[in-house]
């Protein structure tokens, strides 16, 4: 099955910098990509996802690239905040019309230092 | 709407116990998935059900077992609760479609099994 390996496991960045965090994946036949952001004690809400026929996607200060030759996509969060503290999950989804599972990485906890 | 709901909130159980961890959601989507989230882990899939009648087993599904009552309501028992068993479980939907593969989470039930 597929499996999602997600680094690093802690980030901490200072206010205004930019944060990346990385996901590997397994099949190549995944086709889309979430991102999730769970703030502490809530439940986890999808900030951006990328399909596989989009390299590159933008939603103000974050955004998502993807590279399937390599098998790995990114997120990127630019001129971070006190409230993008957060732990970010990756995840992925094999083609399988009628079954929408998603393979999560393992999470990491953002730290955004004032 | 009230998106995903989940009851109870919390709950401690004692070794051998059973319960029954309620789901619902309210729109109108075919599928429906249960994951418990434990540090470092990240979210696993325990059982998922792609429409009213069907289910199928996830990554950790030993000691649970699931109904899908309606298209509403997706329930999660444990037969005979196992320290193991300790963690936070989340309640999912998505619709099924080509047109977003957006998962909706509820808020969480945190269970101690002693």
């Known amino acids: 099955g597929e499996n999602v390996e997600q680094h690093p496991s802690t980030l901490s960045v200072q206010e205004g910098d930019s944060a990346v965090i990385k996901c590997t994946y397994s099949?190549?036949?995944?086709?889309?990509f979430p991102w999730y952001k769970q703030e502490l004690g809530k439940r986890p809400q999808l900030i951006i996802d990328?399909?596989?026929?989009?390299g590159e996607k933008k939603d103000q200060r974050i955004a998502v690239t993807l590279n399937k030759t390599a098998k790995h996509f990114s997120l990127h969060i630019t001129e971070t905040q006190p409230e993008d503290s957060a732990v970010y999950f990756c995840?992925?989804?094999?083609?399988?019309?009628?079954?929408?599972?998603?393979?999560f990485g393992t999470g990491t906890r953002l730290t955004i230092i004032p | 709407n009230a998106g995903v709901t989940q009851t109870p909130k919390f709950q401690v159980l004692k070794t051998g116990q059973s319960m029954t961890l309620q789901c619902a959601q309210d729109?109108?989507?075919?599928?429906m998935y249960w994951y418990r989230q434990d540090p470092g882990m990240g979210l696993r899939l325990i059982y998922y059900?792609?429409?009213?009648?069907?289910?199928d087993k996830g990554e950790v599904p030993n000691g649970y077992n699931v109904s899908r009552l309606n298209k509403r309501e997706f329930s999660l028992r444990l037969e005979s609760a196992a320290p193991s068993q300790t963690s936070v479980y989340f309640c999912?939907?998505?619709?099924?479609?080509?047109?977003?593969?957006?998962?909706?989470f509820g808020p969480g039930t945190r269970l101690t099994v002693t």
């Open positions: 995840a992925s989804k094999t083609p399988n019309f009628g079954n929408e599972k998603l393979t």
């Open positions: 099949d190549s036949a995944s086709n889309y």
């Open positions: 990328i399909r596989s026929n989009v």
């Open positions: 729109m109108n989507h075919n599928s």
């Open positions: 059900s792609a429409s009213e009648g069907t289910t």
């Open positions: 999912a939907s998505s619709l099924r479609g080509l047109s977003s593969y957006e998962q909706y």
